[in-house]
């Protein structure tokens, strides 16, 4: 059963436009949530993070907005670049096993084309 | 960038041999993961380890095992390749904060 989701695989958008990426989950749990970027033949690239005590972090271009009642978050990319095309991946946490390690979850990824 | 490298970058391999991946860091991170990335999958966790020579299995662990015998590296086994195997396999290593991990820039293994 997944627990985040990413429903749209892709995405294309007008550059100097912006982007909308979309992530639901479903474990209540989930206290932390993160959005990796990835290029072909790369890892993926920690981007941007939020804590579930906020509905909102900025930084620079991207911006994560946290709906905790509707169990959504989203990714947004103002104003979009021809650069920023590369697969997104919304990750979620909220346990620590047992030794203290902290799980992620990852959705399956939506593939951002900005168009010049 | 966190200093993680993996090696090798590209592997070809015959149904039923051993493979070991390596991944190295130069953080001094507690925390080290290794994950597999399939089309239509995301990121599937398979093995992590909170501490030299402490490890524990993820989601996807059947058919593989790790060890770490120093803080900087942390092997995957593939103790008899399959082919469904084939994948990409990436390292990551979190410390603090915990909750964000950074990752290497991947293995990707053919298993033929």
């Known amino acids: 059963d997944q627990q985040v989701k990413q429903n749209s695989p892709s995405l294309s958008v007008q550059e100097g436009r912006i982007s909308i990426l979309n992530c639901d989950y479903t474990?209540?749990?989930?206290?932390?949530f993160l959005w990796y970027k990835k290029y072909p033949a790369e890892g993926p690239t920690f981007l941007i993070s939020i804590s579930s005590i906020k509905d909102k972090n900025e930084d620079g271009r991207f911006t994560v907005f946290l709906n905790k009642s509707a169990k959504h978050l989203s990714l947004h990319i103002v104003p979009s670049q021809p650069g920023d095309s590369a697969v997104y991946f919304c990750a979620a946490g909220g346990s620590y096993s047992g030794a203290g390690s902290y799980q992620l979850t990852f959705g399956k990824g939506t593939k951002l084309s900005v168009i010049p | 960038d966190a200093g993680i490298t993996q090696s090798p970058r590209h592997k070809v391999t015959e149904t039923g041999t051993p493979v070991t991946l390596r991944c190295h860091q130069t953080?001094?991170?507690?925390?080290m993961y290794w994950y597999r990335q399939d089309p239509g999958h995301g990121l599937r966790l398979i093995h992590y380890s909170y501490g030299v020579k402490d490890t524990d299995k993820g989601e996807v662990s059947d058919g593989y095992s790790v060890s770490r015998s120093k803080t900087e590296d942390f092997l995957l086994t593939l103790e008899s390749a399959t082919s469904s195997q084939t994948s990409v396999y990436f390292c990551a290593i979190s410390g603090q904060p915990q909750e964000t991990q950074y990752f290497g820039p991947g293995t990707r293994l053919l298993v033929l």
């Open positions: 953080e001094n991170h507690r925390y």
């Open positions: 474990n209540s749990m989930f206290d932390y």
